[in-house]
């Protein structure tokens, strides 16, 4: 299984802060990846598909790079909004396998 | 906007077996392949695998082969999850979700999700 070691696990910022989160997938994984933001009791929202094509919708301050295994989502400018927990998922082979979520908490 | 409807919360006993549904609206549900993905309380989210809406073939993962069927019924455009053998560890929220067009693999748009209990 290709494992996704996703880094923070939990961060505290202010609104207005650059936020990045990362995603190192165990072996290559093409641009086969997604960023979800879940926000407690609902479901994950996706952002960020194929790496870095931002999903319809999604505000121009959420972003995704790529560089070999290494895969990163910025946002450029915290707002109160997105405070929540962010997932990359792999879907370049099975099983399918998810980060292990990063929090976002409000400092 | 694309809109997935799942079955409500349940509350089972170890042993038993569960059933979740999940009905799509508002786009050709045999276009798109259904994933489902749980989440246990307070933890990460796993993907269990899919199911090709249009001719059944389903692949799953790994660790829940032997105990997860997945199913359609084209004629109400509803996908089902069945697990049986409930243990404790499944207690959490089942999350149908819907694969992308262009990659089947991809997962777009997520279900508001079922929260299955299991406790004796």
């Known amino acids: 299984d290709i494992q996704m070691t996703q880094s923070p696990s939990s961060l505290s910022a202010s609104v207005g802060d650059r936020v990045t989160i990362t995603c190192r997938a165990s072996q290559g994984i093409r641009n086969d990846l997604g960023w979800y933001q879940q926000k407690p009791g609902t479901a994950p929202k996706r952002l960020i598909y194929?790496?870095?094509s931002l999903q319809s919708g999604v505000p121009s301050r959420f972003s995704g790079t790529a560089s070999g295994t290494e895969f990163t989502l910025t946002i450029s400018s915290l707002q109160p909004e997105d405070f929540a927990t962010y997932y990359c998922?792999?879907?370049?082979?099975?099983?399918?396998?998810f980060g292990g979520g990063t929090k976002v908490e409000i400092k | 906007q694309v809109e997935l409807v799942q079955s409500g919360a349940e509350l089972k006993k170890p042993g038993a077996s569960v059933t979740v549904s999940c009905t799509a609206s508002t786009y050709t549900f045999t276009d798109y392949y259904v994933h489902w993905v749980r989440q246990a309380p307070g933890q990460g989210l796993d993907w269990m695998g899919w199911i090709n809406p249009y001719t059944g073939v389903t692949h799953y993962a790994l660790k829940f082969e032997g105990r997860v069927t997945m199913t359609r019924d084209t004629s109400v455009s509803t996908a089902y999850l069945d697990l049986s053998r409930l243990r404790s560890d499944d207690t959490a929220v089942y999350y149908c979700?819907?694969?992308?067009?262009?990659?089947?693999?991809?997962?777009?748009?997520w279900g508001p999700g079922t929260l299955i209990t299991v406790s004796s």
């Open positions: 979700a819907r694969g992308d067009s262009s990659d089947y693999s991809a997962i777009g748009y």
């Open positions: 194929d790496a870095s």
């Open positions: 998922l792999q879907h370049n082979s099975y099983p399918l396998t």
